[in-house]
């Protein structure tokens, strides 16, 4: 084959590629944009008019903001939860000693294997016993369960690599441990911190499963449930659910933007567990 | 040391903080299996296998086995061959190109449920994009909502849509770790681009594909969240896997027991092919 032709072909593999990624991620904002009164007589690639009557529709009619509160609130505990106690353990276990090592490492792996109702099932049984079903404290506790083996497992990966004589040598100088954990440990190991939180942030945000297994009354649901019960509630009104998902996803796209580095680490090592 | 002691103190209350987390949950999961209960909050009553030889002899068990295999078989299928040819794609330098990979993850950076409700709207019976489509090629629409295989394909072709960027990053992470001289030797012998493919990066990329290989399965053997958001497994239990079956009957049916008992039992068969897996394959055996 000549040159030329290959890199032909090599370019609309790509095009195809892209626009096979893309399309519906475009088609979703594209509909968000539309005339609610259009979207069913006709087929737009360009919002025409323009309008955001389907977001303002989301806004003031129904419990979105609630949900969205609701889903910032989860996940922020997430993220907060998930970074301190998988800091704690991933440190202690690289840099001490004791038996059993090993087996905290692998459990933490293994967990992570578990399938998520299997979790779910008990977790919802559990928090009914102890007087927290339905709260977002109780969608927290879950979430944690799901992203602290990985989160582990991530930054144990990190300590690893820092050497113990870095501390040693703050140490020496007079630095307690703490003081040596905190001004020289965690600079080094900000990036992985920074993936956990990413990582959590997106388990915690996107998550349907347990949301639906957990919370039953509306003004709890977070946004990826009570989109949904939006489904059934307003007969099927494309406009203000694509606005709803293109809202959803905003965050994450801005994040992805800015923090694309992190992102791709988090995500090849397999955050949104699924 | 005294500092030592803090610290000990600290990662002992964290590991029972995630003791408490992550293993109650399961052994928890296990004692459920073991009990029959009218409701979450009643009364259990211990009933120790009673719900595992009914689960084992219902025909909707077996029949939610075999669909969960073959839409796990399939979207693995799809998703290792798409992913090994847009890594292939995107291995490639030039201006630009980080753009490029940013948009081939996004489907991997959607919600499911933005994911489920887009696709319902792309294939929405009057107007859906989709429809339109099916329509200039002279069907009326796509019955993905009826017809039992249409509605497999349909979650299958989404799942794969959704989850291919994980095994692409992965690739492309692996491809970019081959050294150039492999390649340079395999051209110098006349190996054609064909050969090149099958003799140098596949063989190169085996150990990553294990790995993603072993992920991907345990995780689209467990997926529940696109399957419940398209179909809710039907038609007719058309799409109705294990995760599905047992939701129904522990938060539908009501019956806690049984529906731990299906995801105790899923959890096993996942075990033993992991095992298997680890047998035939050790991830440590490469080099």
């Given at each position: 084959m000549?040159k030329p032709i290959s890199r032909t072909i090599y370019w609309l593999l790509l095009l195809c590629m892209v626009v096979y990624s893309v399309f519906p991620v475009y088609?979703?904002?594209?509909?968000?944009?539309?005339?609610?009164?259009?979207?069913?007589?006709?087929?737009?690639?360009?919002?025409?008019?323009?309008?955001?009557?389907?977001?303002?529709?989301?806004?003031?009619?129904?419990?979105?903001?609630?949900?969205?509160?609701?889903?910032?609130?989860?996940?922020?505990?997430?993220?907060?939860?998930?970074?301190?106690?998988?800091?704690?353990?991933?440190?202690?276990?690289?840099?001490?000693?004791?038996?059993?090592?090993?087996?905290?490492?692998?459990?933490?792996?293994?967990?992570?294997?578990?399938?998520?109702?299997?979790?779910?099932?008990?977790?919802?049984?559990?928090?009914?016993?102890?007087?927290?079903?339905?709260?977002?404290?109780?969608?927290?506790?879950?979430?944690?369960?799901?992203?602290?083996?990985?989160?582990?497992?991530?930054?144990?990966?990190?300590?690893?690599?820092?050497?113990?004589?870095?501390?040693?040598?703050?140490?020496?100088?007079?630095?307690?441990?703490?003081?040596?954990?905190?001004?020289?440990?965690?600079?080094?190991?900000?990036?992985?911190?920074?993936t956990?939180?990413i990582f959590?942030?997106l388990?915690?945000?996107?998550?349907?499963?347990?949301?639906?297994?957990?919370?039953?009354?509306?003004?709890?649901?977070?946004?990826?449930?009570?989109?949904?019960?939006?489904?059934?509630?307003?007969?099927?009104?494309?406009?203000?659910?694509?606005?709803?998902?293109?809202?959803?996803a905003?965050?994450l796209f801005?994040m992805f933007t800015f923090l694309s580095r992190f992102f791709i680490r988090g995500l090849a090592a397999g955050a949104v567990?699924g | 040391?005294?500092?030592?002691?803090?610290?000990?103190?600290?990662?002992?209350?964290?590991?029972?903080?995630?003791?408490?987390?992550?293993?109650?949950?399961?052994?928890?999961?296990?004692?459920?299996?073991?009990?029959?209960?009218?409701?979450?909050?009643?009364?259990?009553?211990?009933?120790?296998?009673?719900?595992?030889?009914?689960?084992?002899?219902?025909?909707?068990?077996?029949?939610?086995?075999?669909?969960?295999?073959?839409?796990?078989?399939?979207t693995i299928f799809l998703q290792i061959v798409l992913g090994i040819a847009f890594a292939l794609l995107l291995a490639r330098e030039f201006p630009g190109m980080p753009v490029i990979r940013g948009l081939a993850v996004l489907p991997y950076l959607l919600?499911?449920?933005?994911v489920?409700?887009?696709?319902?709207?792309?294939?929405?019976?009057?107007?859906?994009?989709?429809?339109?489509?099916?329509?200039?090629?002279?069907?009326?629409?796509?019955?993905?909502?009826?017809?039992?295989?249409?509605?497999?394909?349909?979650?299958?072709i989404i799942s794969v849509w959704i989850w291919t960027p994980f095994v692409t990053l992965t690739c492309l992470a692996g491809l970019q770790s081959i050294p150039e001289e492999l390649y340079e030797?395999a051209r110098?012998?006349?190996?054609g681009p064909w050969q090149r493919f099958w003799h140098v990066t596949l063989p190169q990329l085996r150990s990553v594909l294990l790995v993603v290989l072993?992920l991907r399965?345990?995780w689209?053997?467990?997926?529940?969240?696109?399957?419940?958001?398209?179909?809710?497994?039907?038609?007719?239990?058309?799409?109705?896997?294990?995760?599905?079956?047992?939701?129904?009957?522990?938060?539908?049916?009501?019956?806690?027991?049984?529906?731990?008992?299906?995801?105790?039992?899923?959890?096993?068969?996942?075990?033993?092919?992991?095992?298997?897996?680890?047998?035939?394959?050790?991830?440590?055996?490469?080099?």
């Open positions: 000549s088609w979703m904002i594209n509909t968000s944009f539309r005339d609610p009164q259009t979207i069913y007589s006709s087929i737009d690639f360009v919002p025409s008019p323009f309008t955001l009557e389907n977001f303002s529709t989301l806004l003031e009619l129904t419990d979105y903001p609630t949900w969205f509160m609701n889903s910032v609130i989860v996940a922020s505990g997430t993220v907060v939860v998930t970074i301190i106690l998988s800091v704690l353990i991933a440190y202690s276990v690289t840099r001490l000693q004791f038996r059993g090592k090993s087996l905290v490492i692998g459990t933490m792996l293994y967990a992570y294997m578990f399938p998520p109702l299997l979790l779910a099932i008990p977790l919802a049984t559990l928090f009914v016993q102890i007087g927290i079903p339905d709260t977002l404290l109780s969608l927290i506790i879950s979430h944690t369960t799901l992203a602290l083996p990985l989160g582990v497992w991530l930054l144990w990966g990190f300590f690893k690599q820092i050497p113990t004589d870095v501390e040693e040598a703050a140490m020496v100088d007079g630095c307690s441990r703490l003081k040596a954990f905190i001004l020289v440990v965690l600079p080094l190991t900000l990036p992985g911190i920074v956990v939180a959590a942030f388990l915690s945000w996107t998550d349907y499963v347990f949301a639906l297994v957990m919370i039953s009354s509306d003004i709890n649901k977070t946004l990826p449930v009570g989109l949904d019960t939006m489904v059934g509630l307003y007969e099927l009104r494309w406009g203000e659910l694509m606005a709803g998902s293109t809202l959803i905003l965050p801005v567990k | 040391m005294p500092s030592n002691r803090i610290i000990y103190v600290i990662l002992f209350l964290a590991l029972a903080f995630t003791a408490v987390l992550v293993l109650y949950p399961a052994f928890y999961a296990l004692e459920l299996s073991f009990q029959h209960r009218e409701s979450l909050v009643s009364e259990p009553e211990w009933v120790w296998f009673a719900n595992y030889t009914k689960v084992l002899a219902m025909p909707e068990f077996w029949q939610a086995l075999g669909r969960g295999v073959i839409f796990a078989g399939l919600p499911t449920v933005v489920a409700l887009t696709f319902r709207w792309m294939l929405d019976g009057s107007v859906g994009i989709l429809t339109v489509a099916a329509k200039f090629f002279g069907y009326d629409y796509i019955p993905w909502g009826e017809d039992p295989v249409l509605a497999m394909l349909t979650v299958v030797a110098i012998d006349g190996a072993l399965a345990i689209m053997f467990n997926k529940f969240d696109i399957i419940w958001l398209m179909t809710q497994g039907g038609p007719q239990h058309a799409t109705e896997q294990l995760p599905v079956f047992s939701y129904r009957l522990a938060f539908e049916m009501y019956d806690v027991g049984l529906g731990a008992a299906v995801s105790s039992i899923s959890f096993l068969i996942l075990s033993a092919i992991i095992l298997l897996y680890f047998h035939f394959f050790p991830l440590e055996q490469k080099d």
